[in-house]
């Protein structure tokens, strides 16, 4: 299994980026997928996460109605859209695919992590 994680880079507080996550080499349709992030001398922490259909997302609270996590069962892709950045969502971001389709904010429910991708944010 083999997840390929892009779309990190520098940018202004209040701008935004999309992070895209391709899957390849299992079922992507059968699981759950998360974003997690660690930043410098921060353990790892959730972001967000999708059950295998897409009906059920879960945001962490320093995230939530700026973040929107969004999948594409027929691309296997899984994407972050990220607005209103802050400074303090500076961070290595990892995709994941989860060991079940349920949702699931525990990162070692998640099987399969993809290389990082770091973002940025600049005050």
């Known amino acids: 299994v083999q997840l390929q994680a892009s779309g990190g880079g520098l940018v202004q507080a209040g701008g935004s980026l999309r992070l895209s996550c391709a899957a390849s080499?299992?079922?992507?349709?059968?699981?759950?997928m998360g974003w997690f992030r660690q930043a410098p001398g921060k353990e790892r922490e959730v972001v967000a996460v999708?059950?295998?259909?897409?009906?059920?997302?879960y945001y962490a609270d320093s995230v939530k109605g700026r973040f929107t996590i969004a999948r594409d069962n027929a691309k296997n892709t899984v994407n972050l859209q990220m607005n209103s950045l802050k400074p303090e969502d500076t961070a290595v971001y990892y995709c994941?695919?989860?060991?079940?389709?349920?949702?699931?904010?525990?990162?070692?429910?998640?099987?399969?992590w993809g290389q990082g991708t770091l973002v940025t944010v600049s005050s």
């Open positions: 080499g299992r079922t992507f349709s059968s699981y759950a």
């Open positions: 999708i059950n295998w259909s897409g009906s059920s997302t």
């Open positions: 994941a695919g989860g060991r079940y389709g349920r949702i699931s904010r525990v990162s070692n429910e998640y099987a399969y």
